[in-house]
């Protein structure tokens, strides 16, 4: 096992979490989305090795395992699938490439929170053999290529915004980013006098995973539905809320109920983007609840754990937004709370979850940060 004390490393890489102030569940639908990278982070450690064989120990697992770097294949565990599936995806783009590493892996990202730690990994890995090996691959083809791994390799049908805004996450800055075709603008993300706090269940149902790939068989449902009598939409997100709305008995009710959420959603995208421009931080907040509201009774992906935090949210003055964000059935809601009544906020929501629940909040306050970067 590679010991953390005594590991030369050749590169360090820090790549961080990422948060989605809004626009959640419409990356796989085409749709606009505005996430960022955060302060918090994997690092990773690499050193070149003159074998064949690579060993990864992640610091958080206490676990390591070793492979053939011409001999990629899946594993039954699946965290290493993240790390196989980056390499595979990398040996398909730019053949034999990458010789023997070993790598460190140490997180301050809470698995199952909704900040992306699989992007984290994901990105991090191809951007420190894409720097240790100078295999010269673009920003896009790290952020594909993390995305193909876990389509492939772990098996969930992600959207392309998780890794997008791991890789090109900067300082201070919002990304409004089309999924359908890249494009992406930087936002500056002025929330003063706010603060962003994250607030984790420390829940993660069984149904978080099998019903993300079910959200979006059932959205393309919808679609080929609504194209058979107007062709001329690609994307679920195209289509306006009124002409949703022409096919209510047509569709089945929990079909018409995804398709609508995401039709909203993309508009409730744009709007609360003009109240950020605007620095209409009220308006802008009202869009987080109005979006939770969607995705709990629409989308169907929230939970009792969840919609309790944001309903008690919602009832403090100090509060002018919160959501579920993320996959959904558990992991983080995102708050936007006055600056100075932050501990407050913390201490209040801390007692009324325990005593609810019977189970502790773990707070997260996070700042805007860049992406994935050498050290």
Request: hydrophobic share 40%; net charge negative.
């Amino acid at each position: 096992m590679l010991n953390p004390n005594t590991f030369d490393a050749d590169i360090t890489i820090h790549s961080p979490g990422r948060i989605n102030l809004i626009g959640e569940h419409i990356d796989y639908n085409g749709g606009l989305v505005l996430p960022a990278a955060i302060d918090k982070r994997i690092l990773l450690e690499f050193r070149k090795t003159s074998s064949e064989i690579c060993t990864i120990f992640s610091s958080n697992y206490n676990s390591s395992f070793t492979f053939n770097i011409n001999d990629v294949s899946r594993s039954d565990i699946e965290w290493q699938n993240y790390i196989l599936g980056v390499i595979f995806h990398i040996n398909l783009l730019k053949p034999n490439r990458i010789g023997g590493f070993d790598c460190i892996i140490e997180s301050n990202l809470p698995l199952g929170s909704g900040i992306s730690s699989s992007a984290a990994l994901e990105c991090g890995m191809a951007k420190g053999l894409n720097d240790l090996f100078s295999i010269g691959l673009s920003d896009i083809e790290l952020i594909t290529l993390s995305r193909d791994a876990e389509h492939n390799f772990v098996g969930t049908k992600c959207g392309i915004m998780d890794q997008f805004a791991v890789v090109k996450g900067k300082k201070d800055k919002l990304i409004l980013l089309n999924c359908e075709t890249l494009d992406y603008r930087l936002i500056e993300a002025d929330f003063n006098p706010y603060q962003i706090v994250l607030l984790n269940t420390n829940v993660s149902h069984s149904l978080a995973s099998s019903q993300y790939n079910v959200r979006r068989q059932e959205c393309e449902s919808a679609l080929k539905t609504i194209k058979k009598s107007y062709p001329s939409y690609n994307n679920l997100v195209d289509i306006p809320p009124e002409i949703i709305a022409e096919f209510k008995t047509v569709l089945p009710q929990n079909i018409y109920n995804r398709a609508l959420y995401v039709s909203q959603e993309q508009r409730r995208t744009l709007k609360a983007v003009s109240y950020l421009k605007a620095k209409d931080l009220i308006g802008f907040g009202w869009c987080l609840f109005q979006s939770h509201y969607g995705l709990q009774h629409l989308y169907e992906v929230s939970c009792k754990e969840l919609d309790f935090l944001v309903d008690q949210a919602r009832e403090l003055d100090d509060v002018i937004g919160a959501r579920m964000m993320g996959g959904g059935f558990g992991g983080c809601t995102i708050n936007l709370v006055h600056k100075e009544k932050v501990k407050e906020f913390i201490s209040e929501m801390t007692k009324s979850y325990r005593k609810q629940f019977n189970i502790d909040l773990s707070p997260i306050e996070i700042s805007i940060g860049d992406g994935v970067k050498q050290l």
